[in-house]
């Protein structure tokens, strides 16, 4: 349930002080001039605790979220599936879980002027100018898939309340950023996802580039408890494309993971399935694996053009588990690049 305004607005002022004893870093700066960046996150829509505003981790997340926009503003944002645990987003629940899980976590990104907008509006209690809406691309997760109708609700009834919502229902989604950045959102969770080979090199070939990032709930080549599988159909899909794909970008695991495969036809695999909760530990040795953390955070890719030749950058932010703590600052865990010939560099932290 919505939690009462009084608890809120006490917990944004308890929350607001003990952000000015923090000892948390503000938002690292993209290195170089970012042309254009994006946000990502997975596995955030669990049912609120009481007291949310002061204990639920996705709330945490967000805020750290809000802040990395707010010190340099990114141009989409990508939610990663298990959009709506446990059993999908159902009709009787609609409102209520939209408010809950989308529209008051992300209140800085969501575009409010869709026919029903009115409905969950007030779950957005931040000052319209203290945002900007940015296209929201969504993918399933299994736990979407699990009740009735619950996919069917996010492919069709979600954008009557939030207007920036686009969603890769079973198909393939494309978006094309200013700025040469394109992400390829797909469905790697629906019956039959394995078949679609052939709709997904046709999504990657028609998407702009030159920098191209696929964003699915599952991460390929790893599995639930984070060892190695086979590379499997999107590494074919990719194949079959024939173009530069840089980035893959996961949830499902819930932890912040970065994975380095120069030379595959994806050099890049991030993990942000920690929006919500994380799961410790990290299970299983992965040998692509550079970066490792059962901890709550997110990511953001940024195109840098300066200095040197363009290059897609990937960080992984952690935030504090509660908002009750760090006012929401993420700390900056792990840093890489890849270049438009796919050559994987680390970047460093600081």
Same mark, same amino acid.
């Given at each position: ?21 923090s000892g948390a870093d503000p938002p690292a700066p993209d290195r170089g001039a970012a042309h ?63 408010r809950e899980n989308l529209v008051g976590p992300y209140c800085g990104f969501v575009e409010l002027d869709a026919s029903r907008s009115a409905e969950v509006a007030a ?70 996802? !394995?078949? +679609?080979?052939?709709?997904?090199? %046709?999504?990657?070939? =028609? #998407?702009? /580039? &030159?920098? $191209?990032?696929?964003? @699915? ?75 490792? !953390?059962? +901890?709550?955070?997110?990511?953001? %890719?940024?195109?840098? =053009? #300066?200095? /040197? &030749?363009? $290059?897609?950058?990937? @960080? ?35």
């Amino acid at each position: 349930m919505p939690q009462p305004r009084s608890v809120a607005a006490l917990a944004g002022l308890f929350a607001g002080a003990l952000a000015g004893c923090s000892g948390a870093d503000p938002p690292a700066p993209d290195r170089g001039a970012a042309h254009v960046s994006i946000l990502a996150v997975g596995d955030t829509g669990r049912r609120h605790v009481f007291f949310a505003p002061w204990f639920e981790g996705q709330l945490a997340v967000a805020a750290g979220m809000a802040a990395s926009d707010q010190a340099n503003p990114v141009d989409a944002l990508v939610l990663l599936g298990d959009n709506f645990y446990d059993g999908g987003l159902q009709a009787y629940e609609l409102q209520e879980r939209l408010r809950e899980n989308l529209v008051g976590p992300y209140c800085g990104f969501v575009e409010l002027d869709a026919s029903r907008s009115a409905e969950v509006a007030a779950a957005c209690r931040a000052p319209v100018s203290a945002g900007h809406a940015i296209p929201i691309l969504a993918v399933p997760g299994n736990h979407d898939l699990a009740g009735d109708g619950g996919l069917e609700a996010q492919c069709t009834a979600v954008d009557d309340f939030v207007s920036n919502w686009q969603f890769a229902c079973r198909q393939p989604v494309v978006l094309d950023l200013e700025g040469g950045l394109s992400v390829i959102a797909y469905d790697s969770a629906s019956p039959g996802a !394995a078949d +679609r080979t052939d709709a997904l090199a %046709l999504a990657i070939r =028609r #998407a702009r /580039g &030159p920098f $191209r990032v696929l964003a @699915s709930h599952h991460p390929p080549g790893v599995s639930r408890d984070d060892g190695p599988t086979a590379e499997g159909p999107v590494f074919e899909a990719v194949r079959r494309a024939g173009v530069p794909v840089h980035a893959h970008l996961a949830g499902h695991n819930h932890s912040l993971q970065l994975l380095s495969r120069e030379g595959t036809a994806i050099p890049l695999g991030v993990i942000a399935g920690s929006g919500a909760r994380a799961r410790p530990p990290i299970d299983r040795a992965h040998p692509d694996r550079v970066f490792g !953390a059962s +901890r709550l955070g997110f990511a953001r %890719l940024s195109v840098q =053009r #300066a200095p /040197g &030749p363009p $290059r897609l950058q990937v @960080s992984l932010y952690s935030t504090p588990d509660w908002p009750l703590f760090g006012g929401g600052a993420p700390t900056l865990e792990a840093r890489w690049s890849v270049d438009a010939e796919g050559r994987v560099r680390d970047e460093g932290t600081r």
